[in-house]
C-alpha cells in the first residue's frame, strides 16, 4: 500500500525522469537526424521517408538515455527533499531507508520494465525496418541509376543520363551507352521513357527515339528508329533489395538460437552471444543507478559541500559502471568469460550500494511509525 508520502515522491521523479528523458532525446535525436540527410540530398528521397527513418531511431536513443535520466530525477529529488529539510522531517518521522526508498524502487521498476521491452522487442524491430527501407532505397535503380542532369558510368560499360524526370516514374531527355558487348557501340536516344517493373526485372521503356549501332574498327554507323523499345535495367542494379540483418537488429529468438549459416565462424558466434547479454543486462541498469543515486544522497546532509561532493561522486561512478559494462560487452565477443564477469560486476555494484544505504543507515533513532496518509 502507498502512503501519500510515496505518492508525492513518486509524482516528482516521475515528472522528472519524463522531462529529462524528452529533453535528452530529443536533443539527441536532432543531432542523429542530420547524419540522415544524405537521404535527402543524394539519395532523392521523400521527408516522410526522412522523418520514418530517424524517427525509428527513438527507441535507441532511449534506451541509452532511460538509465541516466532517471539517475538524474532521484538525485534531483533527494536534494530537493534534503534542501527544504523534508528528508530530516521524514528521518524523525521515524522513516527506514526501505521506507524511502520504497516510491524510487516503484518508479525504477516500471523504468526497468520500459527498457527490457525496448531492449529485446522494440528496437530490434525497429533496427530491420530502418534496414529494409535503406536496402531498398540503395537498390533502387530509380534513385542510383537514373538520376537527372548527371553521366552514370557503370563497371558494365553502360553509361546512363537523364535530362530531366517527369511525374511518376516517367523521364524526359534519354541517352544510353552501351559498350557491354565486345566490338560494338550502342546508343540509345528517346524523348521519353518510363520505368516498369516486371518482377523482380525493371526496364526503361523509352519512347519516340533511335538506336545508333557501330562496330569497332568501322566507321559504319547504322541508325533505327523505334518508336518504344524496352532496356533491361537489372544489370545496373548492383545491390540486393534482400536485405540481411545483423546481430543487432535480429530477434531474441534468433539470437538463442542462431541459424547454422549465422555462426559459421566463432567471430560471429561472439557478437551474437555479447548483443544477446548486452540487451539481458539494459534493464539492470537503471536499478544499479538508482541505488548508485539513493547510496548518495538518501541521507540528511547539512551543508551544501557535502551534497555537491557526494553528487560528484555518484556521477563519477554511474560513468565507471556504464563504462566497464560497455567494456565487458565488447570483451564478450572474444572471450566467453566476459558475460559472467559482466553479471558479477553490476550486482557486486548493486550490492555496494546497498551496503552503504542499509550498512550506515539514513534515520534518526525510531520515534513512531511514518503515518499512512
Excluded: C
Amino acid at each position: 500500500m502507498l502512503t501519500a508520502l510515496d505518492r508525492y515522491i513518486i509524482r516528482m521523479t516521475g515528472a522528472s525522469f519524463l522531462t529529462s528523458l524528452f529533453a535528452t532525446t530529443a536533443v539527441v535525436w536532432v543531432t542523429q537526424s542530420l547524419r540522415q540527410i544524405d537521404l535527402l540530398t543524394s539519395k532523392g528521397q521523400s521527408l516522410w521517408t526522412f522523418l520514418l527513418v530517424t524517427t525509428l531511431g527513438l527507441p535507441s536513443l532511449a534506451l541509452v538515455v532511460a538509465p541516466v535520466a532517471l539517475f538524474g530525477a532521484v538525485m534531483w529529488v533527494l536534494n530537493r527533499l534534503n534542501s527544504d529539510s523534508e528528508l530530516a522531517a521524514m528521518s524523525a518521522a521515524g522513516a527506514t531507508p526501505l521506507q524511502l526508498m520504497r516510491p524510487f524502487i516503484v518508479v525504477t521498476v516500471v523504468v526497468a520494465i520500459a527498457t527490457g521491452v525496448l531492449s529485446t522487442s522494440a528496437i530490434p524491430a525497429s533496427l530491420r525496418a530502418v534496414r529494409e527501407i535503406v536496402t531498398a532505397i540503395r537498390a533502387d535503380v530509380i534513385v542510383n541509376v537514373l538520376r537527372p542532369g548527371a553521366f552514370s558510368t557503370f563497371s558494365q560499360g553502360i553509361t546512363v543520363h537523364v535530362r530531366a524526370s517527369g511525374a511518376g516514374n516517367s523521364l524526359v531527355g534519354m541517352l544510353i551507352e552501351d559498350d557491354s558487348e565486345p566490338g560494338q557501340n550502342l546508343v540509345y536516344t528517346a524523348e521519353r521513357g518510363r520505368v516498369v517493373q516486371a518482377g523482380d526485372t525493371s526496364y526503361i521503356v523509352l519512347e519516340n527515339g533511335a538506336l545508333q549501332r557501330k562496330a569497332s574498327g568501322s566507321d559504319d554507323v547504322s541508325i533505327v528508329v523505334f518508336e518504344s523499345y524496352a532496356f533491361d535495367l537489372s544489370p545496373l542494379a548492383s545491390q540486393s533489395a534482400t536485405a540481411s540483418f545483423r546481430p543487432r537488429e535480429q530477434t531474441v529468438q534468433n539470437l538463442l538460437n542462431p541459424p547454422a549459416e549465422a555462426v559459421d565462424t566463432s567471430g560471429k558466434r561472439g557478437r551474437i552471444r555479447a548483443e544477446l547479454h548486452d540487451r539481458l543486462t539494459n534493464p539492470i541498469y537503471p536499478v544499479v543507478f538508482m541505488l548508485i543515486a539513493f547510496a548518495a544522497l538518501g541521507r540528511t546532509r547539512s551543508n551544501r559541500q557535502g551534497r555537491i561532493s557526494a553528487t560528484l561522486a555518484a556521477v563519477a561512478a554511474i560513468v565507471a559502471v556504464r563504462v566497464a559494462g560497455l567494456g565487458l560487452i565488447n570483451l564478450a565477443s572474444s572471450a566467453a568469460w566476459a558475460v559472467p564477469a559482466l553479471y558479477a560486476f553490476l550486482f557486486l555494484t548493486g550490492a555496494a550500494a546497498l551496503a552503504l544505504i542499509f550498512g550506515r543507515g539514513i534515520s534518526l533513532p525510531r520515534r513512531r511509525s511514518l503515518q499512512q496518509a
